[in-house]
Each structure stands twice: as structure tokens, then as C-alpha cells.
């Protein structure tokens, strides 16, 4: 049972424009949730983060939006940059449970 | 220091060998994770400890035998693994647990089992 979805296995968008990933998720226990880029063969990093009690959090480039009714959040980075070339997880965790839940990946690929 | 550190990077092991992953942090965090991440799969939650105590087994085979030394230390032991046990493994640590506690994690250790 995957209770936090990433629906788009891969993303292309072109340097400069605005990237959008989406996610997911069940659980309603959940009320915190992170951004990781992963390159391959390297730990997650972590991007940037959101609670529940916040339904948009921004960093520089980075965006996080979050609609707790749908049970969504989405990350924006703009201007997308070849660098941000990575795949991308999101993750939940929550009050009452240890554990930090990681979405299914999203791989980014910016162009020239 | 925001570093997590693993050892090795890379390890292969037979199926009869005996092996220990580590990891360590000095960042005062006080919960420390295992997770086992296969190629093209989101990193899997093996073990949490919290506070130097076993709070989650995510139903791990007793083949991986987890350990928390102290505070700064984590290790993962390794005993008569199969060749679908290959995988990248995660550590991770974060200052508490659950709520508001963005988790730090290594490079990993590349494990092949021949």
C-alpha cells in the first residue's frame, strides 16, 4: 500500500521554465512533509519542507504548495536549471509515527 | 556539521560472509534510520531507533541485524544475505522523530551480495 504517489515517473522541461512536481497522498495522519532530490548513487537531499498548519512554503527557486483537503502538495522550481536535473521524492511524516514515508520519484530532466 | 557519514561506499559480500555497514553523526540528532533503496524504487524504511532504542522493524528479515552503539553510531550487521538483498542502503538521521524533524542522510553503501 503506497500512501505517498508520485503519478508522473518523469518530467522534461526546458532551462528557464517552470517545473512542477506533484504528489499524493492517504494517510491523514500525516501533517509534515518534505522535497528530496537524489542523484543516482548518492544519499537524498533534502529541498525544502511544509506542516500542515502552512499551505505554501518558499525557498529561492523552490516552492511548496499544499492543499490538505485534496491530500496534495507540489513542489515549483522556477527557473528550472540543467542542475536541477535529479529524480525528485517527496515524504510525509507525521505526529505519533517515527517513520518518514518516501513517495515513488519523479525524474526531472532540464534542457537547453 | 550537517554530514551523515557511511562506510563503506561500496562492499560485495557472499552469501556466507559476515559484514557491518556504519554510519555516524555529530550533529546531536537522537533519531537514526536504515533505509534499503533498489534501483528505480523510493528508499524503503527498514529500522528507526530513537534515542539509542529500536522503535520501528519494518519487518526486516533477521539476516540484518541493526545496532545503535551510542548516540553518534549506527550500524548495520550483515549475515547469510541473498542476491536480491543488492541494494543501495540509506542512513539517515534527524533531530527527533516524527513532527517537524527534517531527516539528514549519507551517501550510502552500495551492497552487492554474490
Known amino acids: 500500500d503506497q500512501q505517498v504517489k508520485q503519478n508522473s515517473p518523469s518530467l522534461s522541461v526546458q532551462e528557464g521554465r517552470i517545473s512542477i512536481l506533484n504528489c499524493d497522498y492517504t494517510?491523514?495522519?500525516?501533517?509534515?512533509f518534505l522535497w528530496y532530490k537524489k542523484y543516482p548513487a548518492e544519499g537524498p537531499t533534502f529541498l525544502i519542507s511544509?506542516?500542515?498548519?502552512?499551505d505554501k512554503n518558499e525557498d529561492g527557486r523552490f516552492t511548496v504548495f499544499l492543499n490538505k483537503s485534496a491530500k496534495h502538495l507540489s513542489l515549483h522550481i522556477v527557473p528550472s536549471q540543467p542542475g536541477d536535473s535529479a529524480v525528485y521524492f517527496c515524504?510525509?511524516?507525521?505526529?505519533?509515527?517515527?517513520?518518514?514515508?518516501f513517495g515513488t520519484g519523479t525524474r526531472l530532466q532540464v534542457f537547453p | 556539521d550537517t554530514e551523515v557519514t557511511q562506510t563503506p561506499k561500496h562492499l560485495v559480500m557472499g552469501m556466507t560472509n559476515k559484514k557491518s555497514l556504519k554510519c555516524e553523526q555529530h550533529?546531536?540528532?537522537?533519531?537514526m534510520y536504515w533505509y534499503k533503496q533498489k534501483a528505480k524504487k523510493p528508499p524503503e524504511l527498514m529500522f528507526v531507533?530513537?534515542?539509542?532504542?529500536?522503535?520501528i522493524n519494518e519487518s526486516v528479515p533477521s539476516r540484518f541485524s541493526p545496532e545503535c552503539p551510542n548516540s553518534s553510531l549506527l550500524n548495520l550487521h550483515l549475515h547469510a544475505l541473498q542476491p536480491e538483498d543488492s541494494a543501495l542502503y540509506l542512513c539517515?538521521?534527524?533531530?527527533?522523530?516524527?513532527?517537524?524533524?527534517?531527516?539528514?542522510f549519507g551517501q550510502g553503501t552500495r551492497l552487492t551480495v554474490v
Open positions: 539517515a538521521s534527524s533531530l527527533e522523530t516524527g513532527f517537524g524533524s527534517e531527516a539528514f
Open positions: 494517510n491523514s495522519m500525516f501533517d509534515y
Open positions: 511544509i506542516s500542515s498548519i502552512k
Open positions: 515524504a510525509a511524516s507525521g505526529i505519533n509515527t517515527d517513520k518518514l514515508i
Open positions: 550533529m546531536g540528532h537522537r533519531a
Open positions: 531507533y530513537s534515542y539509542e532504542k529500536l522503535s
